[in-house]
């Protein structure tokens, strides 16, 4: 089975533009992401997805391989599968390029689901989630996802679901859901049908693009993990892991 990583890469950011080469820790923050992702034992290929010469050469001088892809395109979903539609591929990899503390073990367990799916089949697509907290279930900004007795995703939201008649303190759990990471890997095939679909009303109703492959019917392995990462949408979010990368540049 071949196993490709993409990071889809865009220079423009509504909140953080230019976010991608920020330098974060002596390092522009797509160098953390690469260096991170092609410690993943599972990956036979690493790239990256970019519309953007100034993320190429960066990627290009790192000893990376980059893909142009065209500036229209709606999402880092589409831009993958522009990447890799020509691409000899089994499995794709949506490695999100701020997300610095990635690690290859975090892209095994979740590629870990194609090479030895545990319900026998290879699903459509999987993702990772982690145990959440009162804060983050009642955050619009943190994402739900809940699942059923197999670890497949019945449904994501930013609404603190399933708790909207009994809330988590009167059940005494906050085990009806957790908090969704947005790592995905997708079956080929799969992608193309998901990137060939018009957008679902659920997806547009919660600005949540994993809604769309529900809506196609797709079953989504969500793998648990212990931890979330922390990725960087402001200038703010840079400085508050900045001494962590630090430590770790030293330490690495």
Known sequence: MKIVGVIPARYSSVRFPGKILHPLAGKPLIQWVLEGASQAKSLATLLVATDDERIAAVVKGLGYQVVMTDPALPSG????????????ADVLVNIQGDEPLITGALIDRLTAVFTRPPQGQMPDMATLAHPISESELSSPNAVKVVMNALGEALYFSRFPIPYSRNDANSLGTLAGCQKHIGLYAYSKSFLKRFCE?????????????????LHLGAKIQVVSVEEGLRGVDTPEDALALESLMKSRRIHG
Request: proline share 7%.
């Open 77 to 88: 979903t589409d831009r993958i599968w522009a990447a890799t539609r020509d691409l000899e």
């Open 197 to 213: 679909a018009p957008p679902a009303l659920i997806e547009k109703a919660e600005s949540l693009e994993q809604l769309r492959a």
